[in-house]
């Protein structure tokens, strides 16, 4: 594996899934793969969970760390080539991304969309050309269109945890105060779509008209408008909030409560709830479900080691080739 960018980038979802359980039953048996081998994680939007799971997984491999929050201590970067650098960029992508690549053997990049132009965001620029001019294994961190840590999380989650040979997963649009990426739902779609594929998952998105997604994530899933209707025995929730991909970046007034509450949660079949966090409670998810039996909220975040480090011990194996 020389990039970790979306589900793409996997054949077999169970045999990762597998793979990351393996590891985390026996998280310092790889300890060798990382000896004298640096990660490099370059930030330039904040980080909670991607940054201190990807460490940890880095350093149970044996790994050394490096960290640049670029936003706050890296210099304005300019990706677009044929310009005269004369205004706000100092460094161009070209020059840092191949630096980088000569302090480190892999690394990482996160970045959001500027949730203002749909075509440059959706192009990926950023990620693909750090990917080009750095010249080491990439994974992502989250970029504009995609999280693919978190997702591969999500399914290792779900897997680990159903009750049922093939669980029902829903999707749900949740409110939330300001306009969002749809890196997450996009993300949890593609690799849920995938996994319906290869007949581990049903799966169902439910959100209020005019919050649809680019089909290029949503192929093969179940798309309903009313929550209640899509909830009917679902063993899995998945909530999450994201603006209009349509009218790019829009948010619009919805009908109707689509907050989840453990009233909803009777129209499941019990199902566990989950959310990549941070979460705004009882605006996002109600306290009730949150600090309740049925959220996995935390155990789904424990869960992000587990998603970095099968991934970078790939990386890994593939650089001792």
Same mark, same amino acid.
């Given at each position: ?147 693919? =840590?978190? /997702? ?10 159903? +009750?049922? %040979?093939?669980?029902? #997963?829903?999707? &749900? ?111 996002? =998810?109600? /306290? ?10 935390? +155990?789904? %975040?424990?869960?992000? #080691?587990?998603? &970095? ?13």
């Amino acid at each position: 594996m020389n990039k970790f960018f979306s589900v793409a980038d996997i054949d077999n979802l169970d045999s990762i899934v597998q793979e990351a359980l393996l590891i985390k039953a026996n998280p310092y048996n790889w300890r060798e793969l990382g000896k004298n081998k640096t990660l490099g994680l370059v930030f330039l939007n904040p980080s909670l969970r991607t940054r201190m799971s990807t460490q940890k997984a880095a350093m149970s491999l044996g790994m050394d760390v490096m960290v640049i929050n670029m936003d706050k201590e890296g210099w304005a970067l300019e990706t677009q080539d044929g310009v005269i650098m004369n205004g706000t960029t100092v460094e161009h992508i070209r020059e840092a991304a191949a630096v980088m690549g000569e302090y480190c053997d892999i690394l990482g990049l996160r970045s959001f969309p500027s949730l203002k132009d749909k075509v440059a965001d959706y192009t990926e620029e950023l990620f693909n050309k750090f990917v080009k001019f750095c010249g080491v294994p990439v994974v992502s961190l989250e970029s504009a269109t995609r999280h693919p =840590l978190q /997702s591969l999380t999500d399914l290792i989650t779900i897997i680990e945890h159903k +009750k049922v %040979a093939k669980p029902k #997963v829903v999707l &749900a649009w949740a409110p939330h105060v300001k306009a969002l990426p749809q890196a997450v739902p996009n993300s949890f779609s593609e690799w849920m779509c995938k996994a319906q594929e290869q007949d581990l998952v049903e799966f169902t998105i439910a959100h209020p008209k005019r919050y649809e997604l680019s089909d290029e994530f949503t192929t093969g899933a179940r798309i309903m408008n009313d929550l209640d209707d899509a909830l009917a025995e679902a063993d899995f929730v998945y909530v999450k909030n994201w603006s209009s991909y349509h009218d790019y970046g829009q948010v619009y007034p919805v009908e109707g409560d689509w907050l989840m509450t453990n009233d909803r949660l009777g129209l499941t079949n019990d199902a566990k709830v989950m959310h990549c966090l941070p979460v705004r409670r009882d605006l996002e =998810l109600s /306290s009730e479900i949150l600090d309740g039996p049925n959220s996995l909220v935390i +155990k789904e %975040a424990g869960n992000r #080691v587990w998603a &970095a480090q099968v991934v970078l011990k790939r990386m890994l194996e593939n650089l001792k080739k």
